[in-house]
């Protein structure tokens, strides 16, 4: 699952992109201020920048610029979200760095298809259909399950947990963690509701004597082993 990160200061938008970026699978973050996000973009890098050109602290414009400046973040993909529709605008914005503009209002779906096609350059395994470890094969369009050749039935929660351990194989989530990526930010689980649904994907991919591809991290959360 791709990771974006979301610089805009206008909160119903932010709040509104948010929402359907998490709805289509991608792990958001949100930053109200250029210069808060310029910090964080120097603890790590996400795969997609969604920057809005006017920002308190830094403004969009000037952060990309410096982004594109330092060798760890010159090739974050970068969508500018501005007002600013003349043409001697959009150039100046691409000049800096952008790799695309998109001016307000736009369409909601038309962002999401311009967000998947840049990822789908930079970073395609992101985006991809279908995920594939060891023996075990996912695939998000339809929403099926093999192991071993053998289809596995999923709920749908089951599901989203497994695509989610799935897309950073080796990487220990936190319960905290697959809470906000799986059921989302705004929906109030008990972290105990993660080890249920784990034990439920368990059960559901592991038959006889497969190996269990899900690693308990003792004080730590869960991982998935992509050699097993």
Known sequence: ??????????EPLSLLLRYNLEAEGYRVEVCARGDDAEVRLKESQPDLLLLDWMLPGISGI???????????????????????????????????????YVVKPFSIPELMARVRAILRRAKPESVSTQLKSGDIELDRETHRVRRDGQEIHLGPTEFRLLEFLMSAPGRVYSREQLLDGVWGHDVYVDERTVDVHVGRLRKAINRGSMKDPIRTVRGAGYAFNDQF
């Not at 699952?1 to 206008?10: N, R, W």
Request: charged share 40%.
């Open 62 to 100: 000037e952060l990309c610029r410096r982004l594109r400046a330092r060798n760890e973040t010159e090739r974050i993909p970068i969508i500018m979200l501005t007002a600013r529709g003349e043409e001697s605008e959009r150039i100046r914005g691409l000049s800096t760095g952008a790799d695309d």
């Open 1 to 10: 699952m791709p990771d974006v990160l979301i610089v805009e200061d206008e």
